[in-house]
T-cell receptor, first 115, second 116 residues
Framework: EDKVVQSPLSLVVHEGDTVTLNCSYE??????LLWYKQEKKAPTFLFML????IEKKSGRLSSILDKKELSSILNITATQTGDSAIYLC???????????????FGKGTHLIIQP | DSGVTQTPKHLITATGQRVTLRCSPR?????VYWYQQSLDQGLQFLIQ???????AKGNILERFSAQQFPDLHSELNLSSLELGDSALYFC???????????????FGPGTRLTVL
């Protein structure tokens, strides 16, 4: 059974700080790892990382996939209060027959940015 | 506004009943995903369709079923409802269905289901 563990569960920092969120996974036949941001509404898709795209960046957010260590990090630099949210990590594997296995989510990291 | 629409916004029903949730993807998106979010289980992937065909299946109960129609809208049917089915149900859509590395999922606002 696929498994995703995120750490820390909760993190409180001051505005302007840089944070690193961690995601480790166990999945049969890894296909992709995804990051989402969720405030008090629907999730927002951030990144998808695959074997051919192990590093993604968008503004102050960046993410790296380490296939050897079966993990990924999400970095947020120069944090702002608007970054306060729950950050979710999910992985997808392949069935042995070649089909997609669906997404398995971690419990999330609750990030709070204090002014 | 993501461009993904979900109806209804809220739904209150009794145990044992059956409901249908509807999702219209963004224009041009071929794939629809369904997720369930409850307080105790977090966000869970249910099922995904790509261009009318089921692509991936997650923790979807046998009492639940879904389909994607030729116009690409999707419906999630929940039957024999139990108290534990109370949750937020999100739909998301994407162009590539996860087949392309630059694919992006766009989430709808969700349907809040309350089973009494």
């Amino acid at each position: 059974e696929d498994k995703v563990v995120q750490s820390p569960l909760s993190l409180v920092v001051h505005e302007g700080d840089t944070v690193t969120l961690n995601c480790s996974y166990e999945v049969t036949n890894f296909r992709s790892l995804l990051w989402y941001k969720q405030e008090k509404k629907a999730p927002t898709f951030l990144f998808m990382l695959t074997s051919s795209g192990i590093e993604k960046k968008s503004g102050r957010l960046s993410s790296i996939l380490d296939k050897k260590e079966l993990s990924s990090i999400l970095n947020i630099t120069a944090t702002q209060t608007g970054d306060s949210a729950i950050y979710l990590c999910a992985v997808e594997g392949w069935y042995s027959g070649g089909g997609a296995d669906g997404l398995t989510f971690g419990k999330g990291t609750h990030l709070i940015i204090q002014p | 506004d993501s461009g993904v629409t979900q109806t209804p916004k809220h739904l209150i029903t009794a145990t044992g009943q059956r409901v249908t949730l509807r999702c219209s993807p963004r224009s041009g998106d071929l794939s629809v995903y369904w997720y369930q979010q409850s307080l105790d289980q977090g966000l869970q992937f249910l099922i995904q369709y790509y261009n009318g065909e089921e692509r991936a299946k997650g923790n979807i109960l046998e009492r639940f079923s879904a389909q994607q129609f030729p116009d690409l809208h999707s419906e999630l049917n929940l039957s024999s409802l139990e108290l534990g089915d109370s949750a937020l149900y999100f739909c998301a859509s994407s162009v590539g269905g996860g087949y392309i590395d630059t694919d992006t999922q766009y989430f709808g606002p969700g349907t809040r289901l309350t089973v009494l």
